[in-house]
């Protein structure tokens, strides 16, 4: 499988690559920016779809609107997030039609419905 990307705009992983089994993924995106007496933690979810292009083995990425959201907390609960940018996961159809019925920003920071579907949530986010 080849992923079409003539101008070389990406960098790093394509999902497309390392998810050739699947006509899509979801990608979690935590940064974390600190200041003296809180930090802020910004999170944001993007599905992203994957199409061949008339049967060439040639797959391209669709990505959809991102959700997100952004918090001030204090300082003490900075080990609890930490800047692991983007983590990607994947899920049944089933899942994903339900997953994307309830997704809204509040729940970006729910830790316990974001663990109910990514495998490893509170390792991945070291989340207590």
């Given amino acids: 499988m080849m992923v079409f990307d003539s101008q070389q705009i990406s960098e790093g992983l394509y999902p497309e690559e390392v998810f050739p089994d699947y006509n899509f993924v979801y990608r979690f995106h935590q940064c974390v920016n600190q200041s003296d007496t809180f930090f802020d933690v910004y999170r944001?979810?993007?599905r992203i779809s994957f199409e061949e292009i008339n049967n060439t083995g040639v797959r391209v990425s669709r990505s959809g609107n991102s959700?997100?959201?952004?918090?001030?907390?204090?300082?003490?609960?900075?080990a609890k997030f930490p800047d692991c940018r983007d983590q990607y996961f994947v899920l049944s159809d089933f899942d994903d039609e339900q997953?994307?019925?309830?997704?809204?920003?509040?729940?970006?920071?729910?830790?316990?419905?974001?663990?109910?579907?990514?495998k490893d949530y509170y390792t991945i986010f070291n989340i207590d």
């Fill in 67 to 78: 959700t997100i959201n952004m918090q001030e907390l204090a300082l003490q609960q900075i």
């Fill in 44 to 46: 944001s979810l993007k």
């Fill in 99 to 118: 997953f994307m019925r309830e997704l809204n920003e509040e729940r970006l920071f729910n830790h316990e419905w974001l663990s109910s579907y990514i």
